[in-house]
């Protein structure tokens, strides 16, 4: 591909592994300089709640011995990265014996359909609003209704769900109050299930979209009054150029580089980036399954979520870096052996 | 005023009458161009020169029509052809940009888009003007871009590289490519060298003249390098104060300055020869917020009379050619 060569992708590629090799130890050590001991706190709970069991400490001997506990640290580190690289995160604590790999596969699909949706759509929402804000050629009356767009801005967006809830669906009746879909349709490709996943992640997509829309118009915008005064502008309007031509492919094309690098990384945190929305919402996503490990303090399931979020942020830097060359094509990476 | 400094001899291609153009800006109105007149022959060059400030760029740009938003174009013609620009709607006039009059911008360094390929953007120069009535675009894109390059003495092959993969003199080239792509009758080039240096500015210039003369394309070309306007240009017309000062052939104008600030002007030129020590003129740019009264030059004119302080002379002919502003010469037509 132009402005890369085979070494510098080999290099990013390896870099990438690097950062999820460290990240995926530190996953491993954080729990484990941790006061106190998972499995204690697991069987302890047990005790309690059964107000005293017998042989105690034998139950509290297997599980360390079921979770591998009682081998020596380089043994589970060494096991644990094994198991790490085949998607194998272990058995949850609190569902016992439930794989954490299975809990987890079905909350990346809702989330990255929900979130990901969203942080799409108000991409392209908040660069056309930007970009018309901007814009000379906006009818008077467009540009001035435009920043009642950036009102959802001011609220959190969980209050902003509140809010919708409280509205569309506890008064309004119009959208259900929480889950994915409903639980009577049967999951089939087909008509009245996309209906009812469709009609549940409007309330969620809307407080995040309606929130964040803002901010992305406002940096647009920004970016886009930048590109007036350069002499690029002025022989594109001297060219006889359409106004619609010149906004998208003088405008708005040198002014998106930015944007794409904010969405990336917007991207890579749609696993944990709106955990309170699926929360209010009671969206079964990757938020809603890791608020659920920590009240319970599922270690297995905290420590495979962390690693999924940790995969997906590295992996959308991985991509924004090696498609920059195409977004701004004068940045290249083939340059770095001649300095 | 409204008279017409041409020579009587051909139909001329481009007529400016009284054109005055104001910035509106914070501190109050700024009138930088102030009845500027004029005319082209076809195939013409035509130099606008003048310190910064004295209106060349806002008088060459406001005959495309593509001042910023804070300018008012407040009166005159530009004829082109016996049409008047300024009456055109918005639509006819982006038609007539390139197809009728082109501009090689100022900035060669950043006038293309870096985003995008050079080849690109020569076609979309083209593009942009299909869907209208003019018949010569539609021939074939590429044949054109090919012809257009190759007389410019570029590789066919720019087009496949971005802006930022060329030098100076080839983006400058590319921008003349670009403004001859249409057979425009007038060529604006806008200090077109300002960013390169000497010998690529004389390179350039040679290519500019080269396909000017086979287009047989009018030009105007604004700067203010005296030495590079005495090599290229026919007539010379000096600004000072968003006017005219002086109107003339280019040997005329240099051998022979009539008005004080002309006259200044090529005495502050250096010369080899005398190796005089560096004159420059005395005192500063009239402040066009807040102009002199009478004639604008006469604070810093050191053959001011009393009455240029209230009398605002006009440019008259008073010699075949020469078209001067200065109360000096008033009432002694040829």
């Known amino acids: ?156 967006y969980y209050l902003m769900g509140i809010l919708l809830l409280y509205v569309f669906a506890f008064t309004a009746r119009l959208l259900p109050m929480s889950g994915a879909a409903d639980s009577s349709i049967p999951v089939e490709f087909d008509w009245p299930y996309v209906q009812t996943i469709a009609s549940h992640a409007v309330l969620p997509a809307l407080s995040i979209i309606l929130t964040s829309l803002g901010t992305w118009a406002l940096t647009m915008r920004g970016l886009i009054v930048n590109t007036v005064g350069e002499d690029y502008m002025l022989l594109a309007d001297a060219k006889g150029l359409k106004k619609m031509r010149i906004l998208w492919w003088y405008s708005v094309r040198n002014a998106i580089p930015p944007q794409v690098t904010h969405l990336a990384i917007a991207l890579g945190y749609v696993v944990s980036g709106a955990i309170l929305v699926e929360i209010v919402f009671s969206y079964p996503g990757l938020g809603y399954q890791l608020y659920q490990a920590i009240v319970n303090s599922d270690y297995t399931v905290i420590q495979g979520i962390t690693l999924v979020l940790t995969l997906s942020v590295g992996f959308s830097v991985l991509i924004i870096d090696l498609i920059y060359p195409r977004l701004d094509p004068r940045v290249t990476y083939v340059a770095e052996s001649s300095g | 005023m409204a008279s017409n400094p041409a020579p009587n001899s051909t139909e001329p291609v481009l007529v400016v009458r009284d054109l005055s153009v104001t910035y509106r800006t914070p501190a109050g109105p700024v009138r930088a161009v102030n009845g500027v007149s004029f005319s082209l022959r076809p195939g013409e060059r035509l130099g606008l020169v003048g310190e910064s400030g004295s209106g060349k760029t806002t008088t060459a740009l406001s005959l495309m029509r593509l001042l910023q938003t804070s300018a008012v174009i407040e009166g005159g013609q530009v004829l082109l052809g016996g049409v008047d620009l300024l009456q055109l709607s918005e639509e006819d006039m982006r038609e007539a940009r390139f197809a009728e009059i082109a501009l090689i911008p100022q900035g060669a360094m950043n006038s293309l888009n870096p985003m995008m390929k050079v080849g690109e953007q020569l076609r979309d120069t083209i593009r942009a003007h299909r869907a209208g009535s003019n018949a010569k675009a539609t021939a074939d894109t590429d044949a054109r871009i090919q012809r257009a390059l190759e007389s410019v003495e570029l590789r066919a092959t720019v087009v496949n590289s971005y802006p930022h993969e060329l030098s100076g003199g080839m983006k400058q080239r590319v921008c003349i490519a670009m403004g001859i792509l249409l057979n425009p009758k007038v060529i604006i080039a806008d200090e077109p060298t300002s960013a390169l240096d000497v010998v690529v500015q004389r390179q350039v210039m040679e290519t500019l003249r080269k396909v000017q003369e086979a287009l047989g394309a009018a030009v105007i070309l604004v700067g203010h390098d005296m030495g590079l306007m005495a090599q290229f240009v026919d007539r010379i017309g000096v600004m000072y104060g968003g006017k005219l000062a002086e109107v003339g052939p280019v040997r005329g104008i240099i051998k022979d300055p009539l008005h004080p600030y002309a006259q200044l002007l ?34 810093r004119c050191p053959q001011a009379m009393p009455r240029c302080a209230t009398d605002v002379p006009a440019l008259v002919e008073i010699k075949t050619d020469r078209w001067v502003s200065c109360l000096l010469y008033e009432g002694s037509p040829s």
Not at chain 1, 15 to 25: G, K, N, R, T, W
Not at chain 1, 36 to 62: D, V, Y
């Open chain 1, 1 to 156: 591909m132009r402005g890369l060569d085979i070494r510098y992708f080999v290099r990013r590629i390896w870099m990438f592994f690097l950062v999820i090799f460290i990240a995926a130890s530190f996953n491993f050590l954080i729990p484990r300089l941790a006061p106190g001991n998972p499995i204690g706190a697991i069987t302890s709970r047990m005790a309690n709640a059964s107000a005293g069991i017998e042989n105690g400490q034998a139950m509290f001997e297997a599980y360390r011995k079921r979770f591998g506990l009682d081998e020596p640290m380089y043994v589970q580190y060494g096991k644990y990265m094994w198991n790490v690289i085949h998607l194998d995160f272990g058995q949850s604590l609190s569902a016992y014996p439930a794989d954490v790999w299975d809990i987890i596969k079905p909350a990346v699909g809702w989330s990255v359909g929900l979130i990901g949706v969203s942080v799409m759509l108000t991409f392209a929402l908040g660069i056309t609003i930007g970009a018309a804000l901007a814009w000379k050629g906006t009818p008077r009356i467009v540009r001035s209704l435009l920043p009642l767009t950036m009102i959802g801005g001011v609220l959190p």
């Open chain 2, 266 to 299: 090529i005495k502050s030129l250096p010369n080899l020869e005398t190796k005089e020590n560096f004159r420059g003129i005395p005192g500063l740019t009239p402040s066009l917020l807040n102009p002199p009264s009478g004639c604008m030059f006469h604070p």
